[in-house]
């Protein structure tokens, strides 16, 4: 089954701490983040645990609610519930879970 979506919208995205005062305009959170600390694309290299730091370090220096990309959850279910409760931990006011497979 997929989703159809009528209406949109974009809302601008934060790489990293420094980028509060010019948010990024890219199309995927996971892009901004990958591509700032890694310097590479969102293809499922960033790890749980980087993007949870980068989400803190985001989330402590806005005043702004933030919703992180919690890309596929990081694996199965449990990893799923470990990404969400890290998330919230970290300060994210929502977060963002997709259904992608890498080959």
């Known amino acids: 089954m997929q989703l159809q979506v009528s209406n949109s ?12 005062q010019s948010p990024l305009t890219s199309k995927n959170a996971g892009f901004s983040v990958t591509a700032v600390r890694l310097g590479l ?5 960033i790890s ?4 949870v730091d980068q989400g803190r370090q985001i989330t402590q220096a806005v005043s702004i609610p933030i919703i992180g990309d919690g890309e596929n959850g990081y694996g199965n279910v449990m990893n799923v519930k470990r990404t969400v ?12 879970l997709e259904t992608i497979r890498f080959n």
């Open 85 to 96: 409760k890290g998330y919230i931990k970290a300060g994210f006011a929502g977060i963002i």
């Open 41 to 45: 694309p969102d293809t499922g290299y």
């Open 9 to 20: 919208f974009s809302l601008p995205k934060l790489a990293d701490s420094r980028s509060q």
């Open 48 to 51: 749980y645990g980087e993007m």
